[in-house]
């Protein structure tokens, strides 16, 4: 396993310290939540915000990576992608109407499932399996969407060449910045899609050993449902 886990880094040329990064994802996705959920008007929430799926999109690239078993890495997602999609969309359903409507609303763990069943297609180069990966990316209502298929495939396939890893990155996230804005920020209209650069200095960063930590990885995907039921409880108190 020690010798396994040297060559592992010898391939990855960024971060692979992500139980900081996973840490730091669920800090940014708290604030953005609140933000959109409370003060609606504060935009630097959800600046913030938007550097929690980059983070998220490159832990899985690495935990594919690590993983010795594909199939239940992908099963744990599916798991709980099902078990947090009431909570995911009581969030933003004031009745039950709104609540049936947003079924097709799929949450981030639908994303990083499929992120996950397309790196499996392409390193067993199952390409039928693939396109029809990229087929329910583009047309269903994922969170992300395609474009977050699209990043979760590039930090997997450039981990190992980190200047064409960030190049390629810094496009995809930059280039939300060419389409419309929908926020104001400081007196100009912008895209707050564009803000995901931000994330860019933790996935890149210099790893420091003393810094590591060790979290129960369940942890991480009990949070996400959990903190659902906890904002939704105190909007209905407050509000």
Not at 81 to 94: D, T
Not at 152 to 173: E, N, P
Request: one cysteine or more; aromatic letters at 18%; charged letters at 15%.
């Amino acid at each position: 396993m020690e010798t396994n886990t040297k060559m592992i880094n010898k391939v990855i040329s960024t971060n692979t310290n992500t139980s900081w990064l996973k840490i730091i994802a669920l800090i940014t996705m708290t604030c953005d939540h609140i933000g959109k959920m409370f003060f609606p008007k504060i935009t630097i929430l959800q600046i913030v915000g938007r550097i929690a799926f980059p983070l998220f999109a490159y832990c899985l690239a690495v935990g594919c990576i690590y993983t010795h078993d594909i199939k239940k890495y992908a099963s744990r997602l599916l798991l709980f992608a099902i078990i947090s999609q009431p909570f995911y969309i009581m969030r933003f359903s004031a009745n039950i109407n709104q609540f049936i409507d947003n079924l097709t609303n799929f949450n981030i763990f639908f994303t990083l499932f499929i992120g996950v069943l397309t790196i499996w297609s392409i390193r067993d180069k199952r390409w039928i399996a693939l396109g029809l990966c990229l087929l329910f990316a583009a047309f269903v209502n994922i969170d992300y969407g395609l474009a977050g298929i699209v990043l979760i495939i590039t930090f997997y396939i450039f981990i190992s060449k980190q200047k064409i890893l960030f190049i390629l990155v810094a496009l995809q996230l930059g280039m939300y910045f060419i389409y419309p804005g929908d926020v104001e920020f400081f007196g100009i209209k912008v895209n707050l899609q564009g803000f995901s650069l931000l994330a860019i200095p933790f996935i890149f960063a210099k790893e420091r050993k003393k810094c590591e930590i060790k979290v129960n990885k369940y942890f991480f995907y009990i949070y996400y449902p959990v903190h659902f039921i906890i904002l939704t409880l105190l909007k209905q108190i407050l509000m």
